[in-house]
């Protein structure tokens, strides 16, 4: 696996016992990326670098998906079939978090534990773009970024403005919100992945959801279609989160 070489291979498990691999690498503030379907791709594993460039310490755990398998159709349906039948993910269900959010806040816990700080970073992308959200409950996470986040699945209107949080979380991230802890959120402004839960983020979060359109057509913001303001936006707003004065 020559792009994850340099990359510490690892594992993490959770209070209830699930285990994921993770690749970590980097020093400085903790950031985890959580990679879109259909995995850990050469573009994910290259904005994962960007990020160690930029003083980061990294960790990306792989969910699904075989690691540094590119964007292609038939990896892409592969990774659809697994999380299809994985209970570990919402698919279409409205008003609930993700079963994986557990999982991920103990990440978070584990690495702010360690790193110390104001707390860690999160970003999500496509299938999960909500995560960071649902990982912000928890006080580890203080820089949550939402990139096109498209699940639940648009079909219907109900669906497309839904923000995968059960309504004890979305309360939580609520009074995060209003404590300080601000929600960063990019989208391609023509996706029609990612429906109109950014509206709907607009009204929970008001001034503390700090919303980005991009113009254009495109759908992975920071990846396959990669937009560089997009990207610096991004560094800028753990820049502003994560350093210590």
């Known amino acids: 696996m020559a792009l994850l070489e340099s990359w510490t291979a690892g594992d993490h498990t959770d209070e209830a016992g ?6 970590r690498k980097g020093e400085g503030p903790g950031v985890i990326v959580i990679h879109e379907i259909p995995g850990l791709t050469p573009t994910v594993i290259g904005f994962g670098e960007e990020l160690v460039a930029a003083g980061y310490t990294v960790v990306m755990p792989s969910l699904f998906g075989r690691p540094e398998a590119p964007m292609s159709g038939p990896n892409v349906l592969r990774a659809m079939k697994q999380v299809c039948v994985s209970k570990e993910f919402t698919k279409l269900a409205t008003g609930e978090t993700t079963p994986m959010a557990g999982w991920l806040r103990s990440l978070a816990r584990s690495l702010h534990a360690e790193l110390g700080g104001p707390g860690v970073g999160a970003l999500g992308m496509c299938f999960t773009g909500g995560f960071a959200l649902a990982m912000m409950v928890d006080e580890a996470v203080a820089a949550p970024v939402l990139c096109q986040p498209s699940v639940p699945f648009t079909i219907g209107a109900r669906r497309k403005a839904d923000v995968n949080l059960s309504p004890a979380d979305l309360d939580a991230v609520k009074r995060r919100v209003a404590g300080g802890c601000a929600v960063l959120g990019i989208q391609y402004a023509s996706d029609p992945l990612t429906g109109t839960r950014f509206d709907t983020l607009d009204r929970e979060l008001g001034e503390g959801f700090i919303r980005i359109d991009l113009p254009g057509k495109g759908h992975s913001v920071v990846t396959e279609q990669r937009d560089q303001g997009a990207v610096d936006r991004v ?9 210590v004065a």
Not at 18 to 23: L, M
Not at 235 to 243: H, N, P, S, T, V
């Open 235 to 243: 560094l800028a707003f753990f820049d502003e989160r994560l350093r």
């Open 18 to 23: 699930t285990t994921h691999p993770t690749y």
